[in-house]
């Protein structure tokens, strides 16, 4: 049968029906729980099947393109997006956390060695199968161009999107069993959870603290504040001084006196340390509440301050204010000497009124450029990507050199633009909301191309061929890494509950199940948990599923 339509224009019209159909379908939703993005895939599977009984054909090219490039997009975007935060990440309990997710991913990899160790099941089947069962689409995307570069054909290829439609349905139910199960085995309360995070976050740190210091040490009697051991340079920061009843600006160069208090922010414990150094925490009001002195947040737009530390820009020398605060992405960072600054970042200014004035000329606050997107930006950081993704990296042990590919290269190089923050004329920071719908274009394009190639056989697969027991493979790969995890780092490692089920959402890059974690309670548990682990289970299940191919294709073939 024929249309009276191009190839391109017939393959970009059943590219369009599956995303139109797999949005709205995704978007239907039992008790919270749905298939989101991943309707995309089965509106696709319907379309392809469809066009098959009906005798319709779709250009192959154009949809190896298109899979390739949706691909492509999605992952930059989520590498620009958790650059910032990859390396910090792996902080005090984010280190923890980042261990229980990666036991996880390892857990699920020796499952998947195990059945192909004890099945016939071919190769492509096996990598969708593991894709689907941890819901992970940037891994399937990887596992298809590494069974490209060992020599599969095409249909061979369509196979991994068959395996991966059969798994992903309990890839999502698995988590939410695993959370059910663990909080019915353990007797765990839901209201006790909350009560010890809330407990746990009071002492951490998740934003800087501030205290009010006044100075007696006798040592410290008139002497510079530049003299004061760990100020300015160790993570701590005065933002303001009052001497003799009226508030300034603390500079190194300002003489301290006994009486004199100071408003200083940093890491609790280093608080602590100069509290010992200077005298006595003090309940004396530093307010700037009726004083000369103001504070605002500025965001940093110019780009001519990009990549410059406090230091060189000399504030307070140059323009009389102080910089106490530097929220990048959420996180505040102490506003040391040595801090660089980052587009995007929002820094908390203490001065005069007319003081700020000048400081946001220099840093911008053009906040409608928070909202811009620096397309030259994202292009350079693709084409770096995709050259990044080409080179070849011999592994002892696997029988073809490794490549990154079109998955692995840009997200490597997101992951590190987006940690820069800048490089010459290029800014990489992307608005959230440009970010998000770069990212769902992309992945509804892939998605749709999966499922359209899968669909002729998807039906006949589960009727007639080994469609079910493909399910019961995805079952053991999703449940057994989860179950094991969850109670060993609940019962041993003492994890808190509610920060658990963020972990497993985030071991499984589910946002779904992290919205059902994240309704449990009405603390930030959940999210923060599935934050630290999101940016490097995303790079390893990416990788993981290229060795696998790699380390077994010699064999399968």
């Known amino acids: 049968m024929s249309l009276p339509l191009s190839d391109a224009a017939l393959t970009t019209l059943a590219l369009a029906l599956a995303g139109t159909l797999g949005l709205l379908f995704g978007k239907l939703q039992v008790r919270k729980v749905g298939l989101g993005i991943g309707g995309v895939l089965f509106s696709g599977i319907l379309i392809g099947d469809l066009a098959a009984r009906a005798g319709i054909g779709f250009d192959e090219h154009v949809l190896h393109f298109i899979r390739e490039f949706g691909l492509i997009l999605f992952v930059y975007t989520i590498g620009i997006q958790v650059g910032p935060s990859f390396f910090s990440s ?60 060992v020599g599969l054909s095409a249909d061979e290829i369509g196979l991994t999107g068959m395996g991966y439609a059969m798994a992903y349905p309990f890839g999502i139910l698995g988590i939410l069993i695993t959370m059910f199960t663990v909080r019915f085995v353990l007797g765990i309360r839901i209201e006790a959870e909350e009560a010890a995070y809330r407990a746990e976050s009071e002492t951490g740190e998740a934003s800087l603290p501030a205290i009010n210091v006044e100075v007696t040490n006798a040592n410290f009697d008139g002497v510079p504040l530049g003299s004061v051991p760990d100020l300015f340079d160790a993570g701590v920061i005065a933002s303001r001084m009052k001497k003799r009843g009226e508030l300034v600006v603390p500079t190194r160069e300002q003489v301290v006196h006994l009486g004199d208090s100071l408003h200083i922010v940093g890491p609790a414990e280093k608080l602590a340390a100069m509290v010992m150094i200077l005298g006595r925490k003090t309940d004396q009001a530093l307010t700037t509440k009726g004083s000369r002195l103001t504070w605002q947040r500025l965001v940093v737009t110019k780009q001519k301050v990009l990549g410059r530390s406090l230091r060189e820009l000399a504030l307070v020398e140059r323009n009389g204010v102080t910089i106490s605060r530097i929220n990048r992405a959420g996180v505040e960072l102490p506003a040391q000497a040595g801090a660089t600054l980052a587009f995007g970042d929002i820094v908390t200014v203490v001065g005069t009124p007319q003081e700020i004035e000048t400081v946001r000329e220099r840093l911008g606050d053009e906040k409608a450029r928070l909202d811009e997107v620096n397309f030259p930006a994202l292009f350079f950081g693709i084409s770096l990507g995709v050259l990044l993704g080409s080179i070849p990296l011999a592994i002892p042990g696997l029988p073809a050199p490794l490549k990154l590919g079109l998955a692995g290269g840009p997200l490597m190089a997101a992951i590190i633009l987006g940690r820069m923050g800048h490089l010459g004329p290029f800014t990489f920071a992307m608005p959230p909301t440009a970010n998000h719908a770069l990212r769902e274009f992309g992945i509804v394009l892939f998605l749709a191309v999966v499922g359209i190639v899968a669909g002729d056989r998807f039906l006949d697969t589960i009727l007639n061929g080994d469609g079910l027991s493909w399910m019961g493979y995805g ?83």
């Open 90 to 149: 792996f902080a005090k309990s984010g280190l923890k956390f980042n261990l229980a997710a990666m036991g996880i991913v390892f857990t699920g990899v020796a499952v998947t060695l195990a059945i192909f160790a004890i099945t016939d099941l071919p190769l492509p089947v096996l990598v969708g199968i593991m894709s689907g069962a941890v819901t992970n689409t940037p891994g399937l995307g990887a596992a298809q161009q590494a069974l490209s570069d």
């Open 475 to 557: 079952v053991a790969i999703t449940a057994i890494p989860l179950l094991v995890v969850g109670f060993v780092a609940r019962v041993f490692a003492k994890f808190n509950y509610l920060s658990l089920c963020g972990v497993l959402a985030g071991s499984m890059t589910d946002p779904p199940a992290l919205a059902f974690a994240v309704s449990m309670s009405n603390s930030g548990a959940a999210s923060v948990g599935y934050v630290s682990v999101y940016p490097l289970v995303m790079f390893l299940r990416i990788m993981m599923a290229q060795v696998l191919v790699l380390l077994l294709s010699g064999v399968a073939m």
